[in-house]
């Protein structure tokens, strides 16, 4: 089953509007020539709207990095897939270990931002992931796969099938520490034997995994390689055009 590679960019806290609005026309500028995948990147929701202006009649697609389940009320602070879709907004990431970990982020919220992103057509990124303390205690397949259970309880099949699950495992994030490729594909399959599971295998067929944590130009290639690996969730470097597209276009030489 061939799936089109999806590599996102994810801006984190980082770059005014100005600089987000020239990282994303270099994007654009450098990614233009790999049709054959998707990309997507996720700046601040302050530059959302700009960034998503600027990048209106390429093919480079604009992410969240986090909303709300409700469409509007009193949620100071708070931005919602209304404003989202609004704004010209095609993804959004959901459930990001940094914000289970510093905002108190849960399975059931997860679970209705899902369900509410899908209600505006915004599709989701809904990021999984286990600590280094599960892993070395051997809870990595069950961790993993009880918040993709969790996260997608909300969707039916066809809304299941064109979202996104981003694998990140939380100690490969921002620490330069890749998972092996084959510590990721065992993930990956056992996400996609969940999914299966859940909706059947020719909709787990579909649903494009990525994978996250310290993915680089020199590593994604193998990563992209196994099976059940699809794309890439990317932190720091794809915060230079440069680096972004050597990820992107990490089929080109073959
Ligand atoms: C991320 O935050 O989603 C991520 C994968 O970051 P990095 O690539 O910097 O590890």
Not at 133 to 142: K, P, V
Not at 155 to 168: P, R
Not at 214 to 231: C, E, F, H, R, Y
């Amino acid at each position: 089953m061939s799936r089109r590679p999806i590599l996102a960019g994810n801006w984190k806290l980082n770059l005014t509007v100005r600089e987000s609005l020239e990282l994303a026309s270099a994007v654009r500028d450098k990614c233009a020539r790999h049709r054959d995948v998707d990309v997507v990147v996720a700046p601040t929701h302050l530059a959302l709207h700009a960034v998503a202006q600027r990048l209106a009649d390429s093919p480079v697609r604009v992410a969240a990095q986090n909303c709300h389940w409700a469409d509007q009320g009193a949620f100071t602070g708070e931005i919602s897939p209304a404003h989202l879709a609004d704004a010209g907004v095609a993804w959004c990431i959901i459930g990001h270990s940094e914000r289970r970990q510093f905002f108190g982020e849960t399975d059931d919220g997860v679970a209705k931002k899902a369900r509410a992103l899908h209600d505006r057509g915004v599709l989701p990124i809904i990021c999984v992931g286990e600590s280094l303390d599960q892993r070395d205690a051997g809870q990595t397949l069950s961790w993993v796969t009880g918040q993709v259970k969790a996260a997608l309880a909300e969707l039916t099949a066809d809304e299941a099938a064109v979202s996104v699950v981003a694998y990140e495992p939380i100690w490969a994030i921002g620490t330069g520490r890749t998972a092996s490729p084959e510590q990721a594909q065992e993930v990956h399959a056992a996400i996609r034997a969940t999914l299966a599971e859940l909706y059947g295998r020719a909709i787990a067929d579909r649903i494009r995994i990525q994978y996250g944590g310290s993915v680089k130009p020199s590593n994604v290639k193998t990563l992209m390689a196994q099976p059940d690996i699809d794309g890439a969730l990317v932190g720091g470097a794809s915060l230079t055009a440069d680096s972004f597209a050597g990820i992107v276009a990490h089929r080109a030489e073959d």
